[in-house]
């Protein structure tokens, strides 16, 4: 790859900062869905309770920062009119929309059992299973919507992005799963609360450990992650994240010690996502020095016999190099007349 006199080989990426909170948002909306799953099914009512309640507030926030980047929101309904197993976003979109309305049949089976209003028990009592049913469709298609985000972006021509495609759906699957636990620790109760403990803690470390692994194997293409707002970004993100979880390990059964713990790891989420895309900017304008350094190599003596002067140069009655030594060469090819 080389530059065009000095200009970036590859255009910036088009996104605004709202996708950046996006990937923040749907991650912690869909980790948090796979929670409330899980504690329901264990009987944990609390914490499958407070979960569900972040997996909403999170969609809610998700889609009009969607429609804010589209612009229009029939931009977002145009991309479900075909299905493209090709295309991340097209897949992505479909997931979004089978998790938000799994989520909805879930809140509705959940209000309807704490009001309970006369004459319809009937009914409800058939609504608890298809709640059930929703939730593990919600849980699903949540783990998806996590990481769909990973696979977009890697998906790209982008460096800093495309090469660390290996890594990426872990960084997005761990970061995703710390904020979960880091919400669900802050909202519940510290006694119910032990399973977001645990995932907040298994998130941040599968985070941590996948974005040094990135960083490392990306080699001079991890060049945008030391330098500038982005290295900022990504320190305050690991700092965040490693301090939330060791509170949350040693001190989680405390109130105030969750609290901080959660808002950390909350934070260092936030912080993760909007390192990577800041990345993918920076990756992009690097490409004006992908080109290789170093001296360029010489060319051998044929080369420069074979090099064309200029017209301006030769003298009146001259042939260059080339003209002869291409009359030698088929002189010597030439058999001699008998």
């Known amino acids: 790859m080389s530059n065009y006199y000095g200009r970036p080989i ?69 991309m ?6 090709t295309s991340p976003m097209s897949i992505g979109s479909w997931i979004l929309s ?9 809140v509705a089976s959940e209000v309807a059992g704490a009001v309970r209003p006369h004459g319809l028990m009937r009914p409800l009592d058939l609504m608890r299973p298809l709640g059930l ?11 998806g919507v996590a990481t769909y985000t990973a696979v977009l972006v890697s998906d790209t021509a982008v460096p800093a992005w495309h090469e660390g495609r290996r890594e990426m759906p872990f960084i997005f699957a761990g970061s995703a799963s710390a904020s979960a636990g880091g919400a669900a620790a802050i909202l519940t109760p510290t006694a119910d609360a032990g399973p977001a403990r645990r995932l907040a803690l298994g998130g941040a470390l599968v985070e941590v450990a996948a974005s040094e692994l990135m960083k490392r194997r990306l080699g001079p293409l991890a060049r945008p992650y030391e ?7 990504d320190q305050l993100s690991t700092g965040l994240t490693v301090g939330g979880a060791i509170l949350l390990g040693t001190l989680g059964r405390k109130r105030p010690a969750a ?5 950390l790891l909350l934070a260092g989420s936030l912080c993760k996502r909007f390192a990577i895309f800041r990345a993918g900017f920076e990756s992009a304008r690097q490409t004006t020095d992908v080109a290789t350094e170093g001296p360029m190599p010489r060319s051998s003596a044929l080369d420069q016999s074979l090099r064309v002067q200029p017209v301006s ?10 003209t002869a030594e291409t009359e030698r060469v088929g002189q010597q090819a030439t058999p001699e007349a008998t």
Do not use: C, H
Not at 98 to 106: H, I, L
Not at 259 to 263: C, K, M, W
Not at 313 to 322: F, M, Q
């Open 10 to 78: 590859l255009k910036q990426p088009i996104w605004g900062p709202a996708v950046a909170a996006y990937f923040f948002t749907g991650g912690l909306a869909g980790m948090s869905g796979a929670l409330s799953f899980m504690a329901r099914v264990r009987g944990n009512r609390a914490l499958a309770k407070s979960a569900l309640g972040t997996s909403v507030a999170g969609l809610g926030v998700s889609l009009p920062l969607l429609v804010l980047d589209l612009g229009k929101p029939e931009r977002f309904l145009n």
């Open 313 to 322: 140069s030769r003298r009146p009655g001259t042939k260059d190099a080339a």
């Open 80 to 85: 479900l009119r075909v299905v493209k197993p």
């Open 227 to 233: 330098e500038g707002p982005v290295k900022v970004l």
């Open 259 to 263: 609290v901080l713990g959660g808002t």
């Open 98 to 106: 089978g998790f938000s309305a799994a989520t909805g049949v879930a």
């Open 133 to 143: 049913v929703a939730q593990g469709a919600s849980a699903l298609l949540g783990t």
